[in-house]
Each structure stands twice: as structure tokens, then as C-alpha cells.
């Protein structure tokens, strides 16, 4: 019996100079060629006659190459051109950049080619997209697999390929299902599945196929992450008191009474904290949820247990913010706090150092400094992440190996569907504070395009006369820092002089150093400045009640979860507030993402939309996680899969040695699960 992981060069076919252009494609093994996923199909008796192409069309024609030849094109660019003839008529397929094909596609031969049909001055024009070489298969295969390609490779061979690896190897592959629950599922077996998606007979087929292969990639992914979380619960961690007066106290002077959510999910980190062995929870709550007052009663157990505390933000302004609220939080009640964050100089830098390393300081609030090798904690119980998507996996790890191993709650404003985040997050327990604080109104969100401008800013003052505050956020340009300061110095001048002539405005950008940030903060919170233009530093975090209208400038470059958490800075007071979305979007997208800010205020739903807009490509910072290495599953589609595959791995007591054996197998460049 031959290995799965058989190396790539040993494949019947393969040389060395073939296994080079495999490793390419990232194909090191024969299991990897099974898993190599064709990027699409066509069924080769499904063809237009050349005739019938019309202008503007997506269509697929069979042909017989008449002449071909290299041309170049006035801006410089190569473009193949074959004319292909059938029994109708005949037409110019183009490719443009590909100047090799000319050795590979040559007059007499069969063609196939899928692509674009365009009128280019009178002549109908083929732009193909996919083309294969038809006299060359023998093969009884109707549908036909077209995968992702190298220079040098041909599809026919990665074909030949995948076909002597489905014979040869394919009755080796394991059956991690037994009968029943594939049954349950309505899943197919393993080995019908690689057949059918490499070359299904039917469209029925394939969904069958790529249903089964979906759910076993997302199998051994959570199978993984079960025994990683596993792995962290032999550790002995920090059992904090019971009972405790400091959380009594500090409850009794949070100036609201929290709410139902807010008070259940401090239950469910409690009983966390109280056990020995270390928390690894995710707390989650929509923009304004009030996820803080939470961290500030999980800080006031681990101290009054004995135990130091950490408080982490993504940036500066939101760290400031924290320390403050917890001064206040904790204001005449015993708790010796220090802010430690990047810009801190290192004279006011030392005694904070010095302080945590003697266990005097008790609760360290700051950016990622915390996580920086000087600082050594005393007796580190607690620690806690806010706004985790801005945080990897990799940094978790690092603020673990601060203490002896503290309880780690981290907290995250991006809200994302249950049955994904368990799988996205799954080494996490999870909370979910699921409604928000009363009295809040509702943001109304309004789109307008750039030409009505004005009325945004009419508005605006009208609100500032009132006695409101707003924000004015610039836009977002992301390939340059100098233009972004720029962008927000113009609208800055453009606001004092012109749109909010009479009000005082501030400005508040990145590239300010921390003191000059907070100072400008402090004006706002304190109605000093009535106008904020900043650029995206407000993103996270900040609250100001009494700023109740916000108007974003380039609406259209922002993402949706960016723009709900911008949104998220007003309507925490108790007035109606206002959101204007300033915007020209050009593409079908960004309208979308306008629209959709507009009818959902909701964070979940909005996130939901999100995903499927965007697909689950490199959102909250998978990429780390393996996620990245899933080949059939996608996320933002397959949420039932992606819940089958969870109940399937619950089902199995623990990872078994075969499990694991095809875990790492595909997973290995995975290393943050499969490392462990
Ligand atoms: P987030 O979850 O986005 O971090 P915050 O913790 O900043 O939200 O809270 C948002 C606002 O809601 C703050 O002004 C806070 O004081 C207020 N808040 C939090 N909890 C309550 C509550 N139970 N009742 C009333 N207001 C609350
Ligand atoms: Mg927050």
C-alpha cells in the first residue's frame, strides 16, 4: 500500500522538473495533488456555435485553430490571436500577456476556449478566460476539471496527473465517518467525493462532492482546534476568590445599574476565573455594548484575589480612555493603577517598570508596550485584550507567558455569527453580551453623494448651535501617511474657515505624538472643541455621549465593520443621533455597503452582510489561524457545513492518531494549531 504523503517526485509522471513546478502550485505530496481543487469546470458538449456570438456575451465555443499568431498591442502589451472555426462560422479568441502560448497553441488543433465576446472595430472578438486543448485528451470524461496553472504546466498534464494519483492512491485515503453519521449528514463516502470533484458527471455530483470534502477539511480543522483547547486545560492557572468586597464596591459605583447581559456574562467569566484551571474566554458585544464596565469587575476580582491585572488596547487613545474610566471605576477604593504606553518616555517609563515588576502596581493599563519583553509582572492573574481583531493569535500567546498562565478575556467588538466564531475562535469560550444599555436611540443613517455635501454640514451646524458635539472622520487612504495628514489637515482648514465657521474645531491624526492626542480627547470629551475632524484613530473604542452626529467624508473607502465601528461613537447619548455617509461609490460594492449601513443598525446582521459580501478571505485576521488553508469550505457561504462539521467533532472523544496523521497533513503550514 502506497503512502498518502508520498512525496510529489515519486508520483508515476512526475520528474524532477515537474515536481519543481508542482511545488509551485504548493503540491509537495500526493495528498496535496488530491486536495489540489480544480478552480472550475465546463462540460465539453455544452458549446455555442460561433455564429450565434453576440457583443458583450459570456460564452464558450469548440474550434479548429485556422492560423495563430504574437502580436503586440499599442500600449505595449502581448496578445495571442488564433482564429477558431467550426462549422458556423469563425471568430478571433485573443489573450492578452501570455506570449508562451504561442508554442503550445498551433493551426490544426482542437480548441476550447470559455471568455468574453466583444466588438472591437465591426469584428467580433473572443477575450478568453479558459481554454483547453481538446485532441490531446483520450480521456471519457464529459466535464472536464481546469485548475489553477504555472507557466510550464499544462492542464492536460496536472489532469493525467490527478487521474494516476486517484487511481493509485485514492483506496488509501481514510474513512473518517463511519456509516451512521454520514448517513445523518447525508454525506457521500471520502473516496467518491475526490472522484466527483475532479471530474463530476453532473452539477448534482459535484454539490455532493464538494459538500463532503468541505465538511472533512473543517472536520480535522476543528478536531484540531478541540485538542489545542485540550492541551490548555492540563495547565494549572490561577483560581481566583469567590468572594470578594472590591466587586461590590466597584459595582456600587458604576454610575448605571448594569443590565441583564452585562451581569450574565460577568457570571460566566466568574465561574472562569474562579476555577484553576486558566480562562481563554471571548467576550462579545456590538459598539457600545458596554463590554468595559465588564472588564473593570473582572479586574476587581483578580485583585482583590491577590493577583495583578493587565489591560491591553489597540491604540494609544483607547488605552488613555481605559485608564481613565478605571480611575474612576475604582476612584477612592484601593487600587494602584499606571498607564504604560508606547510614547511614555523612558524617566516616566522606568518607576511604571519598576512597579510592576515589585508587584506594586496592580493594575497595568496600556497598548501593545504590554506585551514588550521589560515588562515583567510581579503575580500576573488577569489579563485582558480589547478589540481583539486588531491583536493575533501570536500576541495572546505572548501576554500568556507574562504570568504564571493568567486568565485571558479577550474582548471584541466585531461581532460575527455564532456557529462561525465557534469555529474562527474555537480555542475560546465564548460570552455575548446580546443587548445594549437602555435609553439608546437608534443612529439614523443617511447616504448622500458628494454633490449634496453641503446639506450634511448645514446640518451639522445646526446640531452645534443646539449644543451637540460632532465627529467629522477623513478619508481613509491607505497608501500613504503623509497624504492621509494632508487630507485631514485640508478638511480641517476647510471646517474652521468655511463649513463650521464659528464653532470651535480640533483635529486629531495618527501621526500626533500621545500627549498632544490626549490633550485633544480631553478638550472634546469636555465640550472644549465642539468639532473633531480625525482620521480613523476614533475607530475603536472612544466615548463621548454628547457627540451625536458624525459625518464620514469618502464613505466609500471604508469597509462595512469599520464603518459600523465609526457609527458606533455616536448615539450613546440620549439624543437622536445622526450618521452621514459622504459618498461616490463606483463600484456595485462599496453602493452596497452605503445601503446596507443605512437599513441595519444592527452589529450581528451587519457582519453577517458583510460576510457574504466579502467572503471570509483575510477578515479578523484568520490568516493565522489555517483558515487560510481551506480548500473547498468557504466561510461566508457554508455556515451549515461549517455547523455539521462542529457536531461531527464533538461527537469523537479526542483526536485519534489517524485524525491527527491527515490533520497535519493538511494543515501543516498551519502553525499556530498544527504546532501544538
Ligand atoms: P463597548 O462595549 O463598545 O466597549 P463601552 O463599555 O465603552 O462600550 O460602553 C458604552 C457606553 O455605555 C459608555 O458610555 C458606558 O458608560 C455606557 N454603559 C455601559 N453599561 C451601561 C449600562 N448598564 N447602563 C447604561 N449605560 C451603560
Ligand atoms: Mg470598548
Redesign the pocket.
Known amino acids: 500500500m502506497e503512502a498518502l504523503d508520498k512525496k510529489i517526485q515519486f508520483l508515476r509522471g512526475v520528474g524532477p522538473k515537474r515536481s519543481l513546478l508542482l511545488h509551485r502550485l504548493g503540491i509537495e505530496t500526493v495528498f496535496d495533488l488530491l486536495w489540489y481543487i480544480p478552480r472550475s469546470y465546463y462540460d465539453r458538449n455544452r458549446v455555442q456555435s460561433i455564429k450565434e456570438l453576440q457583443d458583450g456575451q459570456n460564452c464558450s465555443i469548440r474550434g479548429i485553430v485556422v492560423a495563430a499568431s504574437l502580436k503586440r498591442s499599442r500600449r505595449g502589451m502581448s496578445v495571442f490571436e488564433a482564429i477558431l472555426q467550426d462549422h458556423s462560422g469563425s471568430v478571433t479568441a485573443v489573450w492578452f500577456n501570455q506570449p508562451f502560448l504561442s508554442r503550445s497553441i498551433k493551426k490544426g488543433q482542437n480548441i476550447w476556449a470559455r471568455g468574453r465576446s466583444k466588438l472591437v472595430y465591426d469584428r467580433l472578438q473572443l477575450q478568453v478566460q479558459e481554454y483547453d486543448l481538446l485532441d490531446q485528451d483520450s480521456t471519457s470524461h464529459m466535464v472536464m476539471p481546469i485548475y489553477g496553472l504555472t507557466e510550464g504546466l499544462t492542464q492536460r498534464s496536472l489532469r493525467q496527473l490527478t487521474e494516476t494519483a486517484l487511481h493509485e492512491f485514492l483506496p488509501n485515503y481514510p474513512e473518517l465517518l463511519d456509516p451512521d453519521q454520514a448517513r445523518r449528514f447525508r454525506l457521500i463516502d471520502i473516496k467518491t467525493a475526490f472522484w466527483n470533484m475532479h471530474f463530476p458527471q453532473s452539477g448534482e455530483n459535484y454539490k455532493e462532492a464538494r459538500r463532503r470534502l468541505a465538511c472533512e477539511e473543517l472536520l480535522l480543522f476543528n478536531l484540531g482546534l478541540k485538542k489545542l483547547k485540550a492541551a490548555q486545560q492540563i495547565y494549572l492557572g490561577v483560581a481566583h476568590r469567590e468572594q470578594d468586597n472590591l466587586v461590590q464596591e466597584v459595582t456600587q459605583q458604576l454610575?448605571?445599574?448594569?443590565?441583564p447581559a452585562?451581569r450574565r456574562v460577568t457570571t460566566e467569566i466568574f465561574a472562569d476565573m474562579e476555577a484553576s484551571r486558566p480562562m481563554n474566554r471571548l467576550l462579545q458585544?456590538d459598539?457600545?455594548?458596554?463590554?468595559?464596565?465588564v472588564a473593570a469587575l473582572a479586574i476587581a476580582k483578580a485583585l482583590s484575589s491577590g493577583y495583578q491585572a493587565a489591560f491591553m488596547a489597540p491604540t494609544e487613545i483607547l488605552a488613555q480612555q481605559h485608564f481613565r474610566n478605571m480611575k474612576s471605576f475604582f476612584a477612592g477604593l484601593k487600587c494602584n493603577m499606571a498607564l504604560l504606553t508606547g510614547s511614555l518616555n523612558s524617566s516616566l517609563r522606568q518607576p511604571v517598570l519598576a512597579g510592576v515588576s515589585s508587584g506594586e502596581v496592580q493594575l497595568l493599563v496600556g497598548t501593545h508596550a504590554l506585551i514588550q519583553e521589560q515588562v515583567q509582572f510581579a503575580k500576573l492573574g488577569l489579563a485582558i485584550v480589547d478589540e481583539q481583531h486588531r491583536f493575533g493569535v501570536r500576541q495572546r500567546a505572548l501576554l500568556s507567558d507574562k504570568g504564571i498562565k493568567p486568565d485571558i478575556l479577550v474582548m471584541s467588538?466585531t461581532p460575527i455569527p455564532r456557529t462561525l466564531a465557534l469555529t474562527v475562535y474555537g480555542d475560546l469560550e465564548m460570552s455575548v453580551i446580546d443587548s445594549l444599555?437602555?435609553?439608546r436611540t437608534p443612529v439614523k443613517t443617511v447616504f448622500l453623494r458628494r454633490e449634496r455635501r453641503s446639506q450634511a454640514y448645514q446640518l451639522m451646524r445646526r446640531h452645534l448651535a443646539d449644543g451637540a458635539q460632532c465627529y467629522v472622520v477623513c478619508p481613509l487612504i491607505e497608501e500613504s501617511v503623509k497624504q492621509d495628514l494632508l487630507a485631514a489637515q485640508t478638511l480641517y482648514d476647510e471646517l474652521r474657515t468655511e463649513l463650521a465657521k464659528g464653532f470651535k474645531v480640533g483635529l486629531l491624526h495618527g501621526r500626533m505624538r500621545g500627549a498632544e492626542k490626549e490633550s485633544i480627547m480631553e478638550s472634546f470629551k469636555l465640550g472644549y472643541i465642539q468639532v473633531l475632524v480625525s482620521t480613523t484613530v476614533i475607530e475603536v473604542?472612544v466615548?463621548v455621549?454628547n457627540a451625536s452626529m458624525m459625518i464620514i467624508e469618502q464613505a466609500e473607502r471604508f469597509g462595512l465593520s469599520q464603518l459600523h465601528q465609526l457609527r458606533?461613537r455616536v448615539g450613546?447619548g440620549s439624543r437622536q443621533s445622526l450618521c452621514f455617509l459622504l459618498a461616490d461609490p463606483k463600484n456595485p460594492g462599496a453602493e452596497q455597503r452605503m445601503q446596507l449601513m443605512t437599513s441595519i443598525n444592527d452589529g450581528f446582521r451587519l457582519a453577517q452582510a458583510d460576510l457574504s459580501l466579502r467572503g471570509a478571505g483575510d477578515f479578523w485576521g484568520v490568516r493565522q489561524h489555517g483558515l487560510n488553508q481551506l480548500q473547498v469550505a468557504d466561510l461566508s457561504r457554508d455556515l451549515e457545513i461549517v455547523e455539521m462539521s462542529r457536531q461531527l467533532a464533538a461527537a469523537f472523544p479526542a483526536m485519534n492518531s489517524l485524525q491527527q496523521k491527515y490533520f497535519d497533513m493538511k494543515f501543516k503550514k498551519a502553525s499556530y494549531i498544527a504546532a501544538n
Not at 454610575?255 to 443590565?259: A, K, V
Not at 459598539?287 to 464596565?293: F, I, L, N
Open positions: 454610575p448605571f445599574m448594569l443590565t452585562q458585544g459598539v457600545g455594548a458596554g463590554k468595559t464596565a467588538a444599555p437602555p435609553g473604542g466615548d455621549p458606533g450613546r
